[in-house]
């Protein structure tokens, strides 16, 4: 039996490159971030955001096998999300948002969306590509195959 392929992709960083969620950084406080988030000026960032450069060479591949995409990004943001991907051709079967609040919720909520990929996708091979390291390192628990981004571009990949 051939294996099939899943993939679950971040977006912000990952995919797109630089994310415009950098220069939210700047805000401490969590309230201002949000609303920061929603001006037409931080939409506008959003839809302007390049994709990263070490995506050109795989879009081909990805056409085949799922694509699952879980971010940081909140719900009132799926739209754009949704946009920016199809705009850039990169197939997808589902979008996450999984919001951001803080860490421990963020970690929580990002570790049940990776089960519930594996639970229905059990016999495939699951790529994971993400710049964070916390997520790596709970991908690396997960036993999936590990595609490290780093400044838009892909720094590991696992030997065939």
Same mark, same amino acid.
């Given at each position: 039996?051939?294996?099939?392929?899943?993939?679950?992709? &971040? @977006?912000?960083?990952? $995919?797109?490159? #630089?994310?415009? !969620?950098?220069? $939210?950084?700047?805000?401490? &406080?969590?309230?201002?971030?949000? /609303?920061? %988030?929603?001006?037409?000026?931080? *939409?506008?960032?959003?839809?302007?955001? #390049?994709? %990263? #450069?070490?995506?050109?060479?795989?879009?081909? %591949? =990805?056409?085949?096998?799922?694509? @699952?995409?879980?971010?940081?990004?909140?719900?009132?943001? /799926?739209?754009?999300?949704?946009?920016?991907?199809? /705009?850039?051709?990169?197939? =997808? +079967?589902?979008?996450?948002?999984?919001? =951001?609040?803080?860490?421990?919720?963020?970690?929580?909520?990002?570790?049940?969306? !990776?089960?519930? *990929? $594996?639970?229905?996708? #059990?016999?495939? *091979? +699951?790529?994971?590509?993400?710049?964070?390291?916390?997520?790596?390192?709970?991908?690396?628990?997960?036993? @999936?195959?590990? !595609?490290?981004?780093?400044?838009?571009?892909?720094?590991?990949?696992?030997? $065939?």
């Amino acid at each position: 039996m051939v294996k099939k392929t899943t993939r679950i992709l &971040d @977006f912000d960083d990952t $995919l797109c490159y #630089p994310s415009p !969620f950098r220069t $939210l950084k700047i805000y401490g &406080d969590i309230e201002e971030q949000h /609303r920061v %988030a929603q001006t037409k000026e931080f *939409i506008k960032l959003m839809m302007e955001c #390049p994709p %990263a #450069p070490w995506l050109a060479g795989r879009l081909l %591949a =990805f056409r085949t096998g799922k694509n @699952f995409i879980v971010t940081g990004r909140h719900e009132y943001h /799926r739209d754009i999300t949704e946009d920016w991907l199809k /705009r850039h051709n990169i197939p =997808f +079967v589902k979008l996450h948002c999984v919001g =951001f609040e803080n860490m421990k919720q963020y970690l929580r909520e990002k570790d049940k969306i !990776f089960s519930q *990929i $594996l639970e229905e996708n #059990p016999d495939d *091979i +699951v790529e994971f590509y993400e710049d964070s390291p916390e997520m790596l390192k709970m991908g690396r628990s997960k036993g @999936f195959k590990i !595609f490290r981004v780093e400044d838009g571009q892909l720094v590991e990949e696992p030997s $065939l």
